[in-house]
C-alpha cells in the first residue's frame, strides 16, 4: 500500500451509492478507498483500524446522523477531514456540518472532476462546496419540501405531537435520554425551525402527525 496514496473512508447506508462513489474514486490518481460503513458506528470502528485522510460521510444515516458523526469523528481523529455527502443542499444541512468540524460539502450528483477538485482541497487545508450549493439562494421548506425523515426520528416525532417528554419518550422506546434528545435536535435542524411548537405544526402541514 503506497505511502503516497490519499486514503478514503466511505460511509453511506445505501450499497449503491458505496459502490458508485469507488467507481468514481477508483478513476483518480493517488487516491484509495481504505474502507466503507454503512452507519456511524461501522466508521468510527473503521477509524480505528485503518488509516484514513478524507472520510466522505452522508447526512443521513441509520442510528445517527452525519452531522453528528462528523463532531465524533473531529473530537477522536482530528487529523480527518470530513467532506459531507447527501442529496439536501439546504443552507441548515451545510452550516451544521461546517460548525461540527467539516471541511466541504458535496451533493451526491457531483461528478469525478468535482469530487477531484475537493479531495484536492481539502488535503490542502481549503474548505469545499459543491458549485450548487455556492450558487443556491438560501432555501427553506416550502409547501411541497418534506425534509426526508428515518423511521426512528417519525416515531419520536409522533410522540412528540402527542405531548410526551424527552424522559417519557426515552423509557417507552427503551433508548437513551441522550438519543432522544439528539433526535429531537435532528428534526429541528431538518425542519429548519428552532422550536418544538414550529416543528409540530410543519409536520401537521405535511400529515406526519
Known sequence: MSAEKINILLVDDHSMVIEGMKSILAQIPLVQVNATAGTAFEALAALKETVVDIAFVDIN????????????IKKEFPQVRVLGLSTFKQR????????????????????????????????????YFSANINNAKAETIGENEM????????????????????????????????????????LLTKFEVNNTALLIKLAAKFGIV
Open 61 to 72: 444515516l441509520p442510528d445517527i446522523n452525519g452531522i453528528e458523526l462528523c463532531n465524533k
Open 92 to 127: 441548515s444541512y451545510v452550516s451544521e456540518m461546517i460548525k461540527n468540524g467539516a471541511s466541504g460539502y458535496l451533493l451526491k450528483s457531483a461528478d469525478k472532476e468535482e469530487i477531484k477538485e475537493a479531495i484536492t482541497s481539502v488535503m490542502q487545508g481549503k474548505m
Open 147 to 186: 425534509p426526508t425523515l428515518t423511521r426512528r426520528e417519525k416515531e419520536i416525532l409522533q410522540m412528540i405531537a402527542e405531548g410526551l417528554t424527552n424522559t417519557e419518550i426515552a423509557q417507552k422506546l427503551f433508548i437513551s435520554l441522550y438519543t432522544v434528545d439528539t433526535h429531537r435536535k435532528n
